[in-house]
């Protein structure tokens, strides 16, 4: 089965993990800027980080016959420094050209803080001002809901960014709904121990539909798999579900919201 990985860190994985997800009908891989683990001490870290993800990580990437997209941003984990922060979001620019670039991402909040809304609301201020498409991450705590209505409104106060340009990721039962009602694109993100494991997501499916969804595996430095949509579909089609109904969310959809930046190329 056929799937695009709209959301990797494939800078934590090693080459196997990229055969693997080839050998398991991979045919584009998409790489929001995050958390390398540790905070970053400087601006030159993340300029460092972003010649990895525009320069050297799409030729790892193309030794195995896999696209490899990127976005930019510094992730909210690393925003309560309001000057680290600015001297990061200064280096976007330099960086947004990128052939392999798609937008700003993934920004959002992790405890919902005033200096992460700040600094979100920056993001925000870029992407609108050089057309980006966005990716948002929300936080992994109990307050999700409200870190997703605090994200939501301050996309909705830039009056520039389109909902239908936006991807809020992780949403899980309790922020789907609100997510997909505003017109917001929808990422369900399939983790073994957090987030959302595959029989959720599909019962997500079930109960929303298919539009304006993807899912994806994230694969990170932590607990995480690079194969969980591979594996998410397999369970899809076990449940009886159709192959066009499995391959709008895991193929289609993706094509769909990302090919809103030229940038993108559908796999042949």
């Given amino acids: ?31 929001p800027a995050f958390w390398a683990g540790f905070d970053r001490s400087s601006a030159d870290g993340f300029h460092d980080y972003f010649c990895q993800l525009t320069e050297h990580e799409p030729k790892r990437a193309a030794k195995f016959g896999l696209p490899h997209y990127a976005w930019l941003c510094i992730n909210p984990k690393e925003s309560e420094d309001l000057g680290l922060a600015a001297d990061v979001m200064a280096l976007i620019p330099d960086f947004i050209d990128q052939p392999n670039v798609l937008g700003i991402g993934e920004i959002g909040l992790n405890k919902n803080s005033r200096n992460e809304l700040k600094v979100l609301e920056r993001h925000i201020q870029i992407a609108a001002e050089y057309d980006q498409l966005i990716l948002v991450h929300t936080p992994h705590l109990e307050d999700k809901h409200k870190g997703t209505r605090l994200i939501m409104d301050a996309l909705k106060n830039e009056s520039r960014i389109r909902p239908e340009r936006c991807i809020i990721d992780h949403v899980e039962e ?79 959809n993706p094509i769909q919201f990302m090919s809103q930046c030229s940038k993108f190329k559908v796999p042949a």
């Fill in 1 to 31: 089965m056929r799937y695009i990985e709209p959301h990797g860190h494939m800078v934590s994985r090693t080459t196997d993990d990229y055969l693997a997800m080839v050998t398991a009908g991979c045919e584009a891989v998409c790489e």
């Fill in 174 to 252: 309790h922020t789907i709904g609100m997510v997909l009602d505003e017109g917001f694109w929808a990422g369900m993100t399939l983790y073994p121990e957090s987030k959302c494991s595959s029989s959720r997501a599909i019962d997500m499916l079930e109960q929303f539909g298919t539009n304006g969804i993807w899912m994806n595996s994230a694969c990170d430095w932590g607990i995480s798999r690079p194969l969980a949509v591979p594996h998410a579909l397999l369970e899809m089609k076990q449940r009886g579900h159709p192959t066009d109904w499995i391959d709008k969310v895991a193929f289609q």
